[in-house]
T-cell receptor, first 115, second 108 residues
Framework: GAVVSQHPSWVICKSGTSVKIECRSLDFQATTMFWYRQFPKQSLMLMATSNEGSKATYEQGVEKDKFLINHASLTLSTLTVTSAHPEDSSFYIC???????????FGSGTQLSVL | QKEVEQDPGPLSVPEGAIVSLNCTYSNSAFQYFMWYRQYSRKGPELLMYTYSSGNKEDGRFTAQVDKSSKYISLFIRDSQPSDSATYLCAMTNRQFYFGTGTSLTVIP
C-alpha cells in the first residue's frame, strides 16, 4: 500500500513553545490530507481537512489559530501546535487520500507531551 | 444516530479462534468500505478495502459488505497473538467516517 511518513514520532516540549509535525505522502500525490487527535483508548477525532494550496477546514471546536495547518504541496502537510500547553498533550495522526479510489493511508502518529 | 456504529469491545479470544468484527451504518450512499488495524501508539494500517457489496479475502482476513442491511464484517481466521490490536471500520462517500474501534486481544 501507499506510504505516509509522519515526523517526529514523539516530541517533548516546554509549555509556551510551538511544535511542528510533518506529514508526507511518499509514493503518491495527496490532494487531501487529514489531521486527527487521539486520546488513550479512544477513537480518532478529526481536527481538520487540508487541501493542497488552500486553507484548511477545521472541525467545530478546533482552534485554527492554535493548530496551524499548511498544505504547501501535493506531498506535504504540516501541523503546528502554537504556544503549546499541557492540555495539548496527545497523539496526533495524519492521513492522506490517494484520490479517486477513496483509499486513506495513515502516518505513524506523533506523541506530543507538553511539560 | 451516528453515521457508523461499532461495538468497542473489548473482545478476548483464544489463539486459533475465528474472530468476527462488525459495523453498522446509516448512510446508504457509502460506496467504499475499509478495515484498519491499529496497534497501541501507532497509526492505523489499512487491512482491507472493498468497493460496494460482496466479499474480499486476503490471507486469514475476509471482509464482507452487505449494503442492503448496511452491515460490514471482518473475519479473522486462525487468530494469532500478533492480531491483538484495535480494529477500526471506515467508509466513505467522499467524506470519511470511522467506527470507534474494537479492541481485540488474542490469548496464547
Amino acid at each position: 500500500g501507499a506510504v505516509v511518513s509522519q515526523h517526529p514520532s514523539w516530541v517533548i516540549c516546554k509549555s509556551g513553545t510551538s511544535v511542528k509535525i510533518e506529514c508526507r505522502s511518499l509514493d503518491f500525490q495527496a490532494t487531501t490530507m487529514f489531521w486527527y487527535r487521539q486520546f488513550p483508548k479512544q477513537s480518532l477525532m478529526l481536527m481538520a481537512t487540508s487541501n493542497e494550496g488552500s486553507k484548511a477546514t477545521y472541525e467545530q471546536g478546533v482552534e485554527k489559530d492554535k493548530f496551524l495547518i499548511n498544505h504547501a504541496s501535493l506531498t506535504l502537510s504540516t501541523l503546528t501546535v502554537t504556544s503549546a500547553h499541557p492540555e495539548d498533550s496527545s497523539f496526533y495522526i495524519c492521513s492522506a487520500s490517494s484520490g479517486g479510489d477513496e483509499k486513506l493511508f495513515f502516518g505513524s502518529g506523533t506523541q506530543l507531551s507538553v511539560l | 444516530q451516528k453515521e457508523v456504529e461499532q461495538d468497542p469491545g473489548p473482545l478476548s479470544v483464544p489463539e486459533g479462534a475465528i474472530v468476527s468484527l462488525n459495523c453498522t451504518y446509516s448512510n446508504s450512499a457509502f460506496q467504499y468500505f475499509m478495515w484498519y488495524r491499529q496497534y497501541s501508539r501507532k497509526g492505523p494500517e489499512l487491512l482491507m478495502y472493498t468497493y460496494s457489496s460482496g466479499n474480499k479475502e486476503d490471507g486469514r482476513f475476509t471482509a464482507q459488505v452487505d449494503k442492503s442491511s448496511k452491515y460490514i464484517s471482518l473475519f479473522i481466521r486462525d487468530s494469532q497473538p500478533s492480531d491483538s490490536a484495535t480494529y477500526l471500520c471506515a467508509m466513505t462517500n467522499r467524506q470519511f467516517y470511522f467506527g470507534t474501534g474494537t479492541s481485540l486481544t488474542v490469548i496464547p
